[in-house]
């Protein structure tokens, strides 16, 4: 069995229009869907009608998680489950998220063609705020499914207008009556691009994803003491924009010393200054910090040396700094039997492949938590550019990994047991 290329990139290119924006700064054509929005509320009813066309029964839960089931030979026993997320950062592409969901689709539209069925029931699904652009949390959803974020606290979660998940939730229509603890699939695979330089460096056709980095994200608030640019002495001001960049700095600085490794990465990837205008130093200033490594004990050495820097810099500088951990998760490794499964399909298709350890991260690492769960890459075009319009993987290599991606789900599909 094969999936249908053409079909998976159409619907890939038919999702993108939603939610579609010409990026400024390229002229190309980039997707911006963030998680509850109205665009997300239009690409969800638009892959929930596709989920209903392939005769699958839709439910959706308390956290806007959606869930398409299709029916198995044997129905009671545990389902195999894959899919990822329709959201999208502010400057995205149409592959990440999409790719996952969008690929179990063409799966089932396959099987169905064929009048295949598995002996498991197969559910394909999409998490709410996987990227955590909007509400700051990332792996929102699939976390909220899988206990680590409980319901309560994530929608309470409010974006930077102060609307909150759950009334955004209730705004779009999604908030979903069914229980938010997801009953443990019999295995999870996810689909994704890769969004790196890696796969496609090494003219590899497919990923087998052994695991995901650590991850650990900051929001800074620093208050300094607005000033006139012009009149007040260098040596009288608290300059809380100073304070920002000297933190921005070191980050390069962590990396460069060498002292983590070779894998650490650090940005800063917003920062806001106030008033912010041309002729008066700043009072208050907001900023981002992400880190990460693949190593638990190496993101926490450095994150301690980062913490002792905040401190640093609000001292010498005369500011306050108050940081706030809005998202933190260890590193996960993948099931060894998904990635044998991954490799041994890549193979049998004739497509080479190689392990690789996810530097972003996926709705797939929180399904870990309850089951065996794996996921396939497929390497991406201009240095594997991602969270950018300029995101291109080609139909070829997105139906290389959703080829994978069928062979794997219908093997887990007939193992026995409940
Ligand atoms: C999700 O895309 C991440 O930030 O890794
Ligand atoms: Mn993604
Ligand atoms: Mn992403």
Excluded at 177 to 195: F, G, K, T
Excluded at 250 to 278: F, I, N, W
Excluded at 351 to 375: F, K, T, Y
Excluded at 409 to 417: C, P, S
Aim: proline share 4%; net charge negative; with cysteine.
């Amino acid at each position: 069995m094969n999936i249908n290329a053409e079909r998976l990139y159409a619907s890939l290119t038919a999702l993108g229009q939603i939610g579609a924006y010409s990026d400024p700064d390229s002229g190309v054509s980039g997707v911006r869907r963030l998680a509850l929005t109205a665009a997300d509320a239009q690409g969800r009813r638009h892959v929930v009608e596709q989920m209903k066309a392939l005769g699958l029964e839709v439910t959706v839960d308390q956290i806007g998680n959606v869930f398409a089931r299709r029916r198995g030979r044997d129905d009671g026993a545990r389902p195999v489950m894959a899919g990822s997320h329709i959201d999208s950062v502010a400057t995205a592409g149409r592959f990440d998220g999409c790719l996952g969901v969008l690929g179990a689709l063409e799966v089932v539209h396959t099987l169905n063609d064929a009048k295949h069925v598995t002996r498991r029931p197969l559910v394909v699904a999409f998490f709410t705020e996987e990227e955590g652009s909007r509400f700051g949390t990332d792996m929102l959803g699939s976390a909220v499914a899988t206990g680590r974020v409980p319901l309560e606290r994530a929608w309470g979660l409010k974006d930077a207008a102060g609307l909150s998940v759950r009334a955004e939730l209730e705004a779009i229509g999604f908030l979903g009556a069914q229980s938010v603890a997801l009953a443990a699939p019999h295995a999870y695979v996810e689909c994704h691009i890769e969004q790196g330089p890696t796969l496609k460096a090494a003219q590899q056709d497919i990923g087998v994803v052994t695991g995901v980095q650590a991850i650990c994200w900051h929001e800074l608030t620093l208050i300094g003491k607005s000033a006139h640019a012009g009149t007040t002495p260098m040596a009288l001001r608290a300059d809380p924009g100073v304070a920002a960049s000297r933190i921005n700095v070191k980050l390069r600085e962590l990396v460069a010393s060498g002292r983590y490794g070779t894998e650490l990465r650090a940005t800063m990837g917003q920062l806001r200054l106030e008033p912010g205008l041309v002729n008066v130093v700043p009072n208050r200033v907001t900023c981002t910090v992400d880190l990460r490594n693949p190593e638990e004990e190496i993101l926490a050495r450095a994150l301690e040396e980062l913490l002792g820097f905040y401190r640093q810099v609000a001292t010498e500088e005369k500011i306050t700094l108050t940081h706030r951990e809005t998202a933190r998760t260890p590193p996960v490794a993948f099931a060894q039997k998904v990635q044998e499964l991954v490799a041994g399909a890549a193979k049998r298709r004739g497509l080479s492949s190689r392990a690789i350890v996810s530097g972003a991260g996926h709705d797939c690492q929180e399904l870990a938590r309850l089951c065996p769960a794996g996921m396939v890459f497929v390497p991406g075009e201009a240095d594997g550019i991602s969270h950018n319009p300029r995101e291109l993987s080609t139909s070829e290599q997105c139906a290389n990994g959703v080829n994978v991606l069928l062979d794997v789900l219908t093997a887990l599909a007939e193992e026995e047991g409940r």
